[in-house]
Antibody, heavy 121, light 110 residues
Framework: QVHLLGSGPGLVKPSQTLSLTCTVS????????WNWIRQPPGKGLEWIGY???????KYNSALKSRVTISVDTSKNQFSLQLTSVTAADTAVYYC???????????????WGQGALVTVSS | QSVLTQPPSASGTPGQRVTISCSGS????????VNWYRQLPGTAPRLLLY???QRPSGVPDRFSGSKSGTSASLAISGLQSEDEADYYC???????????FGGGTKLTVL
C-alpha cells in the first residue's frame, strides 16, 4: 500500500510560484506515474500532470506553460511548481499515483490527503 | 466545462438502487476504460471502480460499473447513508493526451 503526504505553503501571493512536495512511503517511487491533481473550492477535479520515475513528464495542455513536475528518487519525493499564479489557482492540490499500465487502463489508485493553497495578497 | 458529462445530482432512499451516468466521446470513453472515484465530504477522492467494472480491494460488490460506446454508468445497490458523497468518472482522452474527469455527481441519500 502506497501512502502519499503532500506539503507546502498554504498561502501564495499573486504572480508568485506555488511549490508543493509529495512524499511517498510504503513502496518505491519507481514503476508508477506520479500525478498532481487539483480541485478548486466547490468544484470538480482537474489533472495537472505527471512524472515517471525516469523523469519523463506529461502536462495538462491548459497549464503546460506554467507547470514543472520533478522527482527526487533518493528522497522518494516528487514536486510541483506552478508559476505566475492567480486567484484562479486557489485549490486543494492532491498528489496521486497511477500504475504503469498505459493510457487505456490509466487510473489513479492512491491519493494524498490534499493541500489547500490559497492565492491572495 | 468538463470533458465528461455527469448529472450534477442524484438521490435515493436507503436500500434503493441508483445509477449515475457519464457521457463522453470517441476520443475518451469510446477508446479507453472508465474509472470511478468517490469523494466523501472533506476528504480526498478514492478509487471506486477501474477498468470499467473492476473493484479495488475493500470496495463492496454493491458498486458496479458498465460501459457502452461513449457512455458509462455507475450503479449502487442497497443504498446506504454512508454512500452520500460526490462521484466522479474519469478516463484517458486521446485527443487531449491526458486523463479527464466528469464534473461530478452529488449523491444524496434521502
Amino acid at each position: 500500500q502506497v501512502h502519499l503526504l503532500g506539503s507546502g505553503p498554504g498561502l501564495v501571493k499573486p504572480s508568485q510560484t506555488l511549490s508543493l512536495t509529495c512524499t511517498v512511503s510504503g513502496d518505491s517511487i519507481s514503476y508508477y506515474y506520479w500525478n498532481w491533481i487539483r480541485q478548486p473550492p466547490g468544484k470538480g477535479l482537474e489533472w495537472i500532470g505527471y512524472i515517471y520515475y525516469d523523469g519523463n513528464t506529461k502536462y495538462n495542455s491548459a497549464l503546460k506553460s506554467r507547470v514543472t513536475i520533478s522527482v527526487d528518487t533518493s528522497k522518494n519525493q516528487f514536486s510541483l511548481q506552478l508559476t505566475s499564479v492567480t486567484a484562479a489557482d486557489t485549490a486543494v492540490y492532491y498528489c496521486a499515483t497511477a500504475p504503469y499500465s498505459g493510457s487505456y487502463y490509466f487510473h489513479f489508485d492512491y491519493w494524498g490527503q490534499g493541500a489547500l493553497v490559497t492565492v491572495s495578497s | 466545462q468538463s470533458v465528461l458529462t455527469q448529472p450534477p445530482s442524484a438521490s435515493g432512499t436507503p436500500g434503493q438502487r441508483v445509477t449515475i451516468s457519464c457521457s463522453g466521446s470517441s476520443s475518451n470513453i469510446g477508446s479507453n476504460t472508465v474509472n470511478w472515484y468517490r469523494q466523501l465530504p472533506g476528504t480526498a477522492p478514492r478509487l471506486l471502480l477501474y477498468t470499467n467494472l473492476q473493484r479495488p480491494s475493500g470496495v463492496p460488490d454493491r458498486f458496479s460499473g458498465s460501459k457502452s460506446g461513449t457512455s458509462a454508468s455507475l450503479a449502487i445497490s442497497g443504498l446506504q447513508s454512508e454512500d452520500e458523497a460526490d462521484y466522479y468518472c474519469a478516463t484517458w482522452d486521446d485527443s487531449l493526451n491526458g486523463p479527464v474527469f466528469g464534473g461530478g455527481t452529488k449523491l444524496t441519500v434521502l
